[in-house]
């Protein structure tokens, strides 16, 4: 095989709690990204790795601090105030930048949660740290751990659900309830066509309010959202829990792909980024 001139490079976060790197890091290499690194978050604010060496930003499931303050709200101020390396840059400008120079970001569960309480979307008009919405407790008053099916608005810009319709993924979270900030902000939403995933019916027709084929109590059923260029993206079901056909639920009972629907999610990534980046 002749090596490709330039590479797609993408990093997976952990540490303070993160727990689903591995698959996410899976989910990369399986869509042939060419490089995967596993970083510590400490990596990060130490300066031993910036983001400048990489395309694609994946920010795991977990519970970041034990999700203390509410989940990755603690994760997000760290985040937000540090200064990294010797130089002593802020680590929020070297993510500014990394969204300036046109790269991806993808946040699954907690990671969707850092996004949201770090400002990464919805974004509008590109304010990148100002936080709009939030993410808080299930209607349910506990842990949901269940598979839901997922309606995916056609219209969206994100890059990540091209050529999608609708999937089947699971949801593990306690706190998976979106809330817009005001009525403003979830008119906006619905104009500008950024609420990406809704939680559906088994037909992926219509978005449901009813438990528990919406786990949490979203309003507007709302289970992922992106920003306005699509590229930055996060949602609370975890496509990289669903890569393979053994990952099903049902994989025993159903004739089911070999390929998992959540790994299209990164395909679309890596796709774009030889696309549009190299």
Request: net charge negative.
């Amino acid at each position: 095989m002749v090596p490709r001139k330039q590479q797609v490079k993408a990093i997976v976060l952990y540490g303070y709690g993160i727990n689903c790197e591995t698959e996410m890091a899976h989910g990369c290499r399986l869509a042939e990204a060419d490089v995967v690194d596993i970083v510590h978050m400490n990596e990060i604010l130490q300066g031993e790795v910036t983001l400048d060496q990489y395309h694609f930003l994946n920010l795991p499931g977990g519970f970041l601090d034990g999700d203390d303050l509410g989940a990755a709200k603690a994760a997000a101020n760290r985040l937000r105030y540090a200064r990294v390396g010797a130089r002593g840059e802020r680590f929020q400008d070297q993510l500014l930048r990394f969204i300036k120079e046109g790269k991806l970001i993808f946040g699954g569960c907690n990671g969707f949660q850092l996004m949201v309480k770090l400002g990464l979307i919805p974004a509008f008009d590109g304010s990148y740290d100002t936080q709009q919405v939030t993410l808080t407790f299930n209607d349910s008053g506990r842990f949901e751990d269940r598979w839901v099916y997922l309606k995916i608005d056609g219209k969206s810009p994100c890059i990540f659900t091209r050529g999608i319709r609708g999937v089947y993924l699971p949801v593990r979270h306690g706190e998976g309830k979106f809330i817009p900030g005001g009525e403003e902000v979830r008119k906006k939403m619905k104009q500008r066509n950024l609420i990406v995933a809704q939680y559906s019916d088994p037909s992926f027709t219509h978005e449901v309010m009813d438990y528990p084929l919406n786990p949490n109590g979203s309003i507007d059923a709302v289970a992922g959202i992106c920003d306005e260029s699509g590229r930055l993206f996060g949602m609370m079901p975890h496509p990289e829990a669903y890569l393979h056909f053994t990952n099903h639920p049902r994989w025993t009972r159903e004739d089911l792909p070999e390929e998992g629907m959540g790994l299209a999610f990164f395909r679309n990534a890596v796709e774009y980024i030889r696309e549009e980046l190299l």
